[in-house]
């Protein structure tokens, strides 16, 4: 069975830094996708970042890139130029092709002035 | 907004009443998912469907836990005899097959069984 393990349960940057949440996972496919998303305090879940196993290239989304490590099955993700917006529970997630979501347990990110 | 929608938003209720949740999916969508969160966990996989068809439970999924998704467009996950250990958000997502297949979730139905 596949597993994300997300071994900081929570995390504080200041307003402005940069802050890398890490995030590794078990799988003996060589084709799936991983996955970030961002849940705020009582509001729904929402896709940061996706990462196509196949691509070598690490995704990128303005403030928000990740570090694809294939051959080590780590996926962590840089949060640049935080903002008080950015602060949230991060789940990391992986998918095997046309299956389901499988998820860590996720980290909490504490942005501070 | 086309988004998922989830009713009811919050939901108490008594240990061993019965519960219905429905969900909603983006209309485009063929796929559905259901998913369990407790506080400070994430989201655990319950069961999903692809048009009418269910095509994975988990285990978790006990015989006390029921979802249909008629004629492939909202979904229900029935709770019947609740228990304690029930309280939870359940959350529900869509998705089209096939591809990234990001999932698009729903702002969820927390329950809270006393």
């Known amino acids: 069975a596949q597993t994300v393990t997300q071994s900081q349960p929570e995390m504080s940057v200041q307003e402005a830094e940069t802050v890398t949440l890490s995030c590794t996972y078990d799988?003996?496919?060589?084709?799936?996708?991983l996955f970030w998303y961002k849940q705020p305090p009582s509001r729904q879940m929402i896709l940061v970042i996706r990462?196509?196993?196949?691509?070598?290239q690490n995704a990128t989304e303005n403030r928000f890139s990740v570090n694809f490590q294939k051959a080590a099955k780590s996926f962590s993700l840089k949060i640049s130029d935080s903002q008080l917006g950015d602060a949230a529970m991060y789940f990391c997630a992986y998918r095997r092709t046309d299956s389901k979501l499988t998820f860590g347990t996720g980290t909490r990110l504490q942005v501070t002035l | 907004d086309t988004g998922v929608s989830q009713d009811p938003r919050h939901k108490i209720t008594k240990r061993g009443q019965n519960v219905t949740f429905r969900c909603d999916p983006i209309?485009?969508?063929?796929?559905l998912y259901w998913y369990r969160q407790t506080l400070g966990q994430g989201p655990e996989f319950l069961t999903y469907f692809q048009n009418e068809a269910q095509l994975e439970k988990s285990r978790l999924l006990s015989d006390r836990f029921s979802a249909e998704r008629p004629k492939g467009s909202f979904s229900t996950l029935e709770i019947q005899r609740t228990e304690q250990g029930d309280s939870a958000m359940y959350l529900c997502?869509?998705?089209?097959?096939?591809?990234?297949?990001?999932?698009?979730f729903g702002e969820g139905s927390r329950l809270t069984v006393l």
């Open positions: 997502a869509s998705s089209f097959q096939g591809g990234t297949g990001e999932l698009f």
């Open positions: 990462q196509e196993a196949y691509k070598q």
């Open positions: 799988t003996s496919e060589s084709d799936y996708y």
């Open positions: 209309s485009e969508h063929n796929r």
